[in-house]
T-cell receptor, first 114, second 113 residues
Framework: GENVEQHPSTLSVQEGDSAVIKCTYSDSASNYFPWYKQELGKGPQLIIDIRSNVGEKKDQRIAVTLNKTAKHFSLHITETQPEDSAVYFCAASTYRGTASKLTFGTGTRLQVTL | NAGVTQTPKFRVLKTGQSMTLLCAQDMNHEYMYWYRQDPGMGLRLIHYSVGEGTTAKGEVPDGYNVSRLKKQNFLLGLESAAPSQTSVYFC????????????FGEGSRLTVL
């Protein structure tokens, strides 16, 4: 099955700096790559996603890039703010039969310091 | 709208006891999922359902059972709880499409002593 590796497990940046989180996946058939943000005591929430026919997608301060050849994708957060502090999960989805299976990475705890 | 609601939010069990976690969604979603979240292991799929009356096994189904008798509800049962089932459990739902946003509940923290 699909295996998603995520790095780093923890990341500390100063407010205003950029943060980059990287993920690799194993199944070349994966075609959907979402990123979820989990704040303390809450469930994960989708912040951005990308499909395999697109190389990059931006939404204000966040962007995701996808390299299908190398089977890796990354989340970029620019001008970080304290409210960006959270755990971020990448995921990869492969459609098989009647349902797509979403496999999550192990998460990155991002801390934005003042 | 409430979105995805999980009950209870916290529970402490003794080894061997049974319990049921309830997930309810008011978005008319076809697909529902149960995940467990453990430190350093991300979110792992336990069971899922593609519609009312259907269930299927995920990545870590052993020790759990599920039922989807009504479209809006997805129940996760532990028949004989074990300490290894101490975890935070998340329910999620999404529309019946191949890809799309998962909407998560706020989680249920279960401790098995």
């Amino acid at each position: 099955g699909e295996n998603v590796e995520q790095h780093p497990s923890t990341l500390s940046v100063q407010e205003g700096d950029s943060a980059v989180i990287k993920c690799t996946y194993s199944d070349s058939a994966s075609n959907y790559f979402p990123w979820y943000k989990q704040e303390l005591g809450k469930g994960p929430q989708l912040i951005i996603d990308i499909r395999s026919n697109v190389g990059e997608k931006k939404d204000q301060r966040i962007a995701v890039t996808l390299n299908k050849t190398a089977k890796h994708f990354s989340l970029h957060i620019t001008e970080t703010q304290p409210e960006d502090s959270a755990v971020y999960f990448c995921a990869a989805s492969t459609y098989r039969g009647t349902a797509s299976k979403l496999t999550f990475g192990t998460g990155t705890r991002l801390q934005v310091t003042l | 709208n409430a979105g995805v609601t999980q009950t209870p939010k916290f529970r402490v069990l003794k080894t061997g006891q049974s319990m049921t976690l309830l997930c309810a969604q008011d978005m008319n979603h076809e697909y529902m999922y149960w995940y467990r979240q453990d430190p350093g292991m991300g979110l792992r799929l336990i069971h899922y359902s593609v519609g009312e009356g259907t269930t299927a096994k995920g990545e870590v189904p052993d020790g759990y059972n599920v039922s989807r008798l009504k479209k809006q509800n997805f129940l996760l049962g532990l028949e004989s709880a074990a300490p290894s089932q101490t975890s935070v459990y998340f329910c999620a739902s999404r529309l019946a499409e191949v890809t799309g946003e998962l909407f998560f509940g706020e989680g249920s923290r279960l401790t098995v002593l």
